[in-house]
């Protein structure tokens, strides 16, 4: 992935607790300003057939230049064998909520 500016990562947890651990250590680690949890429902391939159910989404808002630590960050805690994770940079913002990234992310 090229670097950008600002991006929100991705990943799933199959449990609400998890999901908001996981959001913990982030937000502590100062690797996002915020992370947003919310139920989902998927559907997925998963070993040539098709599988599904109910999984917690984590949207973390960061800098594009801590995405690969995030992302190793992820991996690291996640329990998953494949588990998502997504970077999807962020074109435009307001100002004062990518400043608030800037001021709330890193050293």
């Given at each position: 992935?090229?670097?950008c500016e600002y991006a929100v990562v991705t990943t799933t947890h199959d449990a609400e607790d998890k999901?908001?651990?996981l959001a913990a250590a982030v937000i502590e680690g100062r690797l996002a300003a915020c992370a947003q949890i919310y139920p989902v429902t998927s559907v997925y391939r998963?070993?040539?057939r098709v599988a599904g159910g109910r999984e917690w989404r984590v949207d973390f808002k960061t800098r594009g230049d801590l995405?690969?630590?995030l992302t190793a960050l992820i991996?690291?805690?996640h329990d998953y064998d494949t588990p998502e994770i997504v970077a999807v940079p962020v074109l435009s913002?307001?100002?004062e909520y990518l400043t608030w990234i800037t001021d709330?992310?890193?050293s």
């Open positions: 992935m090229t670097t999901a908001h651990a998963w070993r040539g995405v690969a630590e991996r690291e805690r913002g307001s100002p709330e992310t890193g």
